[in-house]
């Protein structure tokens, strides 16, 4: 079983509808959850992190974490045709000694 | 802010070159930086750990005699990729985690470099 799984997408969205991202991770004692972003030909960037269960919300986008569940999701509210990326979810386990897994991303495509 | 600066961002060389690649934490300290590989339309894929001061921990299939890490300092880490030929073209990521007593810092990376091996 991969320590980071997500479903790979293409996710189409309308414009100004809600993405909604899921990921599912196997190590229980996972502590801290990461969302990247990364647009074609670019490298990743950090949009969103969690380490409580419960919802973050920054801007038009909440994390959501699941612990019992082992999961964690991305909302983006009010998508835009800028928000069409693949967003990867990455997982700090308790035996990756600093290493952060990454899910293989999903791509996102926002449709004007 | 967490800045991290990747250079050169693009590379274009012949076969047996050699390539050196830089990775600075601009405003804070890392004490683990990693380089990572990604092949078009392909996932991330984590090369080697590189923590200062000591030696870098490579990933099963990575040859270590192939890409050189150096971590000589807090801010930098080198990654040279020697002998380059066209199967090593690629983008070539690096990223950094701030030197912390906690450890969930997360990782923030660089601009990345394209190599094209001709």
């Known amino acids: 079983q991969k320590e980071v799984e997500q479903n790979s997408g293409p996710l189409s969205v309308p414009e100004g509808a809600i993405a909604s991202l899921n990921c599912t991770y196997s190590?229980?004692?996972?502590?801290?959850f990461f969302w990247y972003r990364q647009y074609s030909g670019k490298s990743p960037e950090l949009i969103m992190f969690i380490y409580s269960n419960g919802d973050k919300e920054d801007g038009r986008f909440t994390a959501q974490l699941n612990k019992a569940s082992q999961y964690v999701s991305l909302l983006i509210r009010d998508s835009q045709p800028s928000d069409s990326a693949t967003y990867l979810c990455?997982?700090?386990?308790?035996?990756?000694?600093?290493?952060?897994?990454f899910g293989a991303g999903t791509q996102v495509v926002v449709t004007p | 802010g967490a800045v991290v600066s990747q250079h050169p961002s693009r590379v274009i060389c012949k076969s047996g070159t050699s390539v050196k690649i830089e990775c600075r934490s601009l405003d804070f300290q890392a004490t683990t930086m990693f380089w990572y590989r990604q092949f078009p339309k392909q996932s991330l894929m984590l090369m080697a750990t590189?923590?200062?001061?000591?030696?870098?921990?490579?990933e099963q299939g990575v040859e270590k005699d192939k890409f050189l890490i150096n971590h000589a300092s807090l801010t930098l880490s080198t990654l040279t990729v020697t002998s380059a030929h066209p199967e090593d073209s690629s983008f070539y990521i690096c990223?950094?985690?701030?030197?912390?007593?906690?450890?969930?810092?997360?990782?923030?990376f660089g601009d990345g470099t394209r190599l094209s091996i001709l």
């Open positions: 590189s923590n200062e001061g000591s030696k870098a921990t490579y």
């Open positions: 990455a997982v700090l386990t308790t035996d990756s000694w600093g290493k952060l897994p």
């Open positions: 990223s950094a985690r701030r030197a912390s007593a906690v450890s969930n810092q997360p990782q923030h």
């Open positions: 190590d229980r004692g996972s502590q801290s």
